[in-house]
């Protein structure tokens, strides 16, 4: 199993940048999805989901209205696009697959992720 994020970089406050997961070893529609991220000195976060069964989302209050998790079964690809990035938004992301497949929709505590990638860096600055 192997999950690959990409698509990060630098970017002004205010741009947007499309972030990529490549999966592989597991079909992608067994298991819901997230991604989460880490910025210096904090914990990992959970900042969107999508369900397997239903691909129904969930977003973190801090990146409602401004991020879009979406997946293409047929690629085994999952994708975060993020506009209106601040500051704040600068971290490494993550993206992962949860533990078991469930018909549960996603959630997005970090307990719940059992296969993860190595992430990709996300810096806004001006």
């Known amino acids: 199993v192997q999950l690959q994020a990409s698509g990060g970089g630098l970017v002004r406050p205010g741009g947007s940048l499309r972030l990529s997961c490549a999966v592989s070893g597991f079909n992608l529609d067994k298991y819901s999805m997230g991604w989460f991220r880490q910025a210096p000195g904090k914990e990992r976060e959970g900042i969107s989901c999508?369900?397997?069964?239903?691909?129904?989302?969930k977003y973190t209050d801090s990146v409602k209205g401004r991020f879009t998790i979406s997946r293409d079964n047929v690629k085994n690809m999952v994708y975060l696009q993020m506009n209106s990035l601040t500051p704040e938004d600068t971290a490494i992301y993550y993206c992962?697959?949860?533990?078991?497949?469930?018909?549960?929709?996603?959630?997005?505590?970090?307990?719940?992720?059992?296969?993860w990638g190595r992430g990709t860096q996300v810096t806004v600055r001006g």
């Open positions: 999508i369900s397997r069964s239903d691909g129904s989302t």
């Open positions: 992962a697959s949860e533990a078991y497949s469930s018909d549960y929709s996603c959630l997005l505590e970090k307990k719940w992720y059992g296969n």
